[in-house]
């Protein structure tokens, strides 16, 4: 009798946790659109149609700085992530130039950028691109825009000078951040 108890008593806790562990998951964006900079809040018509986490790394090359004889500063190349749904698995990928999503299924597009919004120092901006047609078919398909959210890191690189003697030196640095497709609703 007591070991029945015991395994009804760890099935009663059992439950429990899978139960509170449900009521707190919530299948609502992980951030509030109000909270974002105006300037890359999705237009109304649109809803959410998947949410990614981008983990990867941004390359950055030493190059004259345009307009400025003599002068040199980092420019961006181009990214190389991978996308994850929130569990964890891997649904797709993120590449350039040109800046390309890429889902697990083959289909594809590329993008043109609308706005961009600081979202601190040590971080890549939030931003918002209109989406081009997509290549192929699978859940690229009629994505209307994408948000780059909840950045961290991806800025150029500051302990590494960029110097005429360094010119065309190319550095690497890690950054992560949500990128969340929309469709029209």
């Not at 008593?9 to 998951?25: D, F, N, P, Y």
């Not at 991978?82 to 964890?88: E, N, P």
């Amino acid at each position: 009798m007591h070991t029945s108890r015991s395994i009804a008593v760890l099935g009663a806790i059992s439950a429990a946790a899978v139960l509170t562990a449900c009521g707190s998951m919530s299948m609502a964006p992980a951030f509030n659109q109000s909270s974002l900079p105006p300037t890359i809040q999705v237009p109304a018509g649109n809803k959410v149609a998947m949410e990614t986490v981008g983990m990867g790394d941004i390359t950055y090359e030493c190059r004259d700085k345009a307009n400025t004889p003599g002068a040199t500063e980092w420019v961006f190349v181009g990214p190389d992530a991978k996308l994850m749904d929130r569990s964890g698995k891997q649904v797709g990928k993120y590449y350039g130039p040109p800046a390309t999503w890429e889902s697990m299924d083959g289909s594809k597009l590329t993008a043109t950028q609308l706005a961009v919004a600081p979202s601190g120092a040590t971080s890549l901006p939030f931003q918002l691109v209109k989406a081009n047609p997509a290549v192929g078919s699978g859940a690229m398909t009629g994505v209307t825009y994408i948000q780059r959210v909840a950045l961290q890191g991806g800025v150029a690189p500051a302990a590494v000078p960029c110097t005429p003697a360094t010119k065309g030196q190319r550095q690497v640095v890690k950054y992560q951040a949500d990128y969340i497709f929309y469709k029209a609703s």
